[in-house]
C-alpha cells in the first residue's frame, strides 16, 4: 500500500488538471469510456507485472494482443468457428506462447528481452500472414459475445454513467494476484526469486516452474485482454492493433511501484499507473495539445515519476543511516 | 631498535562512528618503513574499519593521521579518497580482487593511468614497465596475459604488483592469504618480506595467527573497536594475542563419539559433482552425527555439499532415511536436505527483505493449508526463531542487509531449523561470523543433530572442524582421502590428508 502512494498522488494530480483545464472530461461518456480503457490496460499492466516481479520482462505483450485480438473474429467469422470453441482455443494459444517464453528463459537460459523482443516481431507477423493484412472485424454479428465487453451496468442513482463490464474480470484479477501475493506459498516465492535467484533456488525454491508459469500468466491476460479489447473495438487492422500495448503495461508497472530488479509489487499501484496513463492520453487530447505529443508527454511523466521514486528512496535510506533508526519492511 | 626506523604513517586518536555505533576509538599506532605490522583481532573488531580510514576510503571522526614527507617530517593529512591515500603513498589490496578480468595484467597494473602518445595507449610501454613490478613481487607471468586466465594467487600478486606500480611506500594487505593455498601463502609472505628489505612498510590483517607470528614485527590487538594491545616481536606468544583478541578463554570442544547404533540418516554412493570430473566419493552419516569436510581450497568440498543439496547437478547416488533423492533442490528440501551456502549474500539471503520473510520462507510451504500461508502461526514461527538463534536484534521486520554477519548467517541457518531438515549441510557455517555468535550457531547445530539430524557442514579453518565434529572426512582432488574420528584428529592428520599424504600413513604416524 505504501508503494502505491505516490501512483495514487500522481493520478489524483492529473485527474484534478484534467477536470480543471479538460473541456467534457468530466462527461459521463469520456469518464464511460476513459474505465474501460483503464480496466483494458490494467488486465495487460498485471500481467506484465507478474513476469515484472521475477526480474524479468514482457515485450510481446502487444503482439500477443494484436494475435488474439485478430484471431477471434477471423476464426469466427472467416472460418465460422462457435464463440464457445474460439474463446477456449484463443486462451490456450496465448498461455502456450507464455510457456514458450518461460521454457525459453528458464531452461535454455535465454535473456527474456531478447526472447519477447522475437516474440514481438513474430506473432504480429503471423498476424499479418495469416489474415494477409486484412482488417478483421465482426461484422456488426456476435452482439451477445462481444457484450461480455460491451455491458454496461447502470449504478442506482447516477445518470450519465454506467461501469463497464470489463471492470469485472479487472477487479477480480487484480484481487486474486493481490492475494496471491500476500497469502500463498507461491506468492512468496516468486517475490523471493525476484529477490534473489540463486538464494531462492538454495532455499528450495522450484524457480523455473514459477518464473514460467508467470510468462504463462502474462501472456495469457495479454490474450484474454486482446479479446476484450477487439470485443470493444469491433475491429482491427493487424497492422497496427496492439502496438505499444506492451509499453503502456510496462510503464504502467514500474509506475506503479514495481522494480525492474525484481522483487517488487503492488497490485493497487500496478492498476492505478494503467489507469494514470490512460487520464493522461485523455487530458493531452482535450485540453488541446497536439496528439501527437502523446508519446512525448507520457514519456516526460514516466521520467519523473521514475526519478523522483529513486531519489526519496535515496533520501530515506540515507536518513535511515545518519539516525540509525531500525528499517522496516 | 625498532626505534631506528622511519616512522612513514602515525596515528593518532583515531575513531570512527557510523549512525552513532562506535565502530573505533582512540587507535594510537606507528607504521614504520621496513616493518611489518600485523592487525588481528576477531571479526567486528574494527580491523576492516582501521584498514580503510588508512587507505582513505573512510574518514575517521576522530583523532587524525600523519604522513611523512620526503625529509621524513611527519606532517597532519586528510585522505580524502583512495586517491588521496595514493599521493600520500598509501596503497590497500583488499580482501576481495578488484581486477577487471577482461584486462590483461598490464592493463590491470596501469588502469587509470595508462601511459599514453597523443591520446593512444602506449601499449608497448605499459607492458615493459609492467614487467618491472611483476618482477618485484616475483610473478613471472606474460604482462599480455589476461587477469581472468591467472589463479587467484596470481591475481593477488598483480594486485600488489598494483600497488607497488604506484610508488607507495606503504602497502596494505587485507587477508592477503584468505583465499590462498598454504604453498601460495609461504610465498607471499616471502614476497612481504622482501618487500620489507626494501624498507616498504607493510600492515595487514590476517586471521591465521600462525602466519602473524611468522613476520609479523609488531602486532596490533583490536577487540570491539579499541586498542588492547601492541606487542612487538619476541615479546608476544600466541596465546597471549588470543587473549588478547578474545578477552576470554576460548569454548571447549563439542565433538563427542558416534553412536554406532544410529539410524543411517544420509548416505551417499559415489558421488561425483559435475563441477569437477574427479574420484567419486561416498560416505554416510548417522543421526545425531556431525561430520565436518575438512580439505584446502578447491578440495571440492562446497561441490560435493551443493551436489547433495541438489543445487548443482551430479553422478551418483544420494539417499535419506534409505530412500534415493534425486531432482533439484525443490525437491531435496522436501525430502528434508536442507544447505547453509558458502556465500550467504548471494546464495542464501533476500537482504531487502525482512528477518521474517527470511526465516519463514521453508517453512511456509510446511505448513500451508491448500498453499496458502499460515500468517498467524507463521507470526509464532519467527518470534521463536528468533529467539532460539538470538538474533540481535530481536525485531522481525528488520532489513537483514542491516545486520551483522553473525546475525545475517542465523537468519539462514533459523530457516532451516525451522523445518527440522532430516539433513543440515552447512557451508562454511561461520565464515565472518563473530566469537560470539559462532559459539551460539555452533550450539544450535549441535541441538539440531541430538534431535536426530545428520549435519555434514564444510569449514577452511581446521579450529572449527576440530571443535564442532564428531568425525572428519579429509577431501582430496574432489573425494574422500581419508577419515578422522574425533579423537584421532588433529591439525597435522589433517593438513596431511589434505595435502595428499596417504591415510594409513597418516594415521599411524599423528594418532
Redesign the interface.
Known sequence: MKKALGIIGIFAAIFIVACIFGENFLTGINLMQLTQRAALYSILALGASLVIVTGGIDLSIGSVVCLAGIMTPWLLVEHEWAPAQVIPTVLLMSAFIGLCHGLLVTRLRLQPFLVTLCGLLLYRGIARWMTGDQTQGFMGEFGEVRAIALTKFAIPGIENYRIPSTVIPMIVLAVLIGLFFS????G??LL?TG??E??????????A?LVTMSYVACSLLAGFGGMLFIFDIGSAQPSDFGNFYELYAIAAAVLGGCSLRG?EISVIGVVVGAATLQVLRNTIILVGLSSQLEFAVIGAVLLVGVAADELIRRFNARRL????A???? | MPDEKPVLLRVRGVGRR????TALAGIDADVRGGEVLAIVGENGAGKSTLLKILSGVVQPSDGSLEVADASGALRAVELDGVRGATKAGIALVHQELNLAENLDVAGSIYLGREPSRLGWMDTRRMRREARRWLDLVGLDVDPSTPCGSLPIAQRQLVEIAKALSTESRILILDEPTSSLTHREADRLLEIMSALRARGVAVVFVSHHLDEVMRIADRVVVLRDGRKTGELARGEYDRAMVERLMVGRDIAPSMRRAANGAAPVRLRVEGLVSAHRRRAPMSFEVRAGEIVGLAGLVGAGRTEALEAI?G?SPHGGRVLVDGLEVTG???V???RGI??V?EDRA?????????V??NMS??W??RS?RA???D?RGERGLVARMIDRMQLR?P?P???V??LSGGNQQKSVIG?WLAIDPAVLLLDEPTRGVDVGARAEIHAEVRRLADAGSAVVFASSELEEVLLLADRILVMHEGTVAGELAAHEASEVAIMHLATGGSAAHGAKEHA
Open positions: 497469502r500463498t506459498v507461491w512468496r516465492w523471493a529477490r534473489n540463486s538464494a531462492a533456488r538454495y532455499s528450495g525454491v522450484p524457480t516452474w522483487g543511516e545518519r539516525t540509525g531500525a528499517a522496516s519492511a | 557510523y549512525a552513532g555505533v543439496a543445487v533439484g533442490s525443490s531435496r528440501v522436501r536442507a544447505i551456502p548471494r546464495n542464501g539471503l533476500f537482504l531487502e527483505d525482512a521474517s520473510v520462507l521453508a511456509v510451504d500451508s498453499r496458502l500461508v500468517r536484534p525485531h521486520a528488520r532489513r542487509q542491516t530457516r
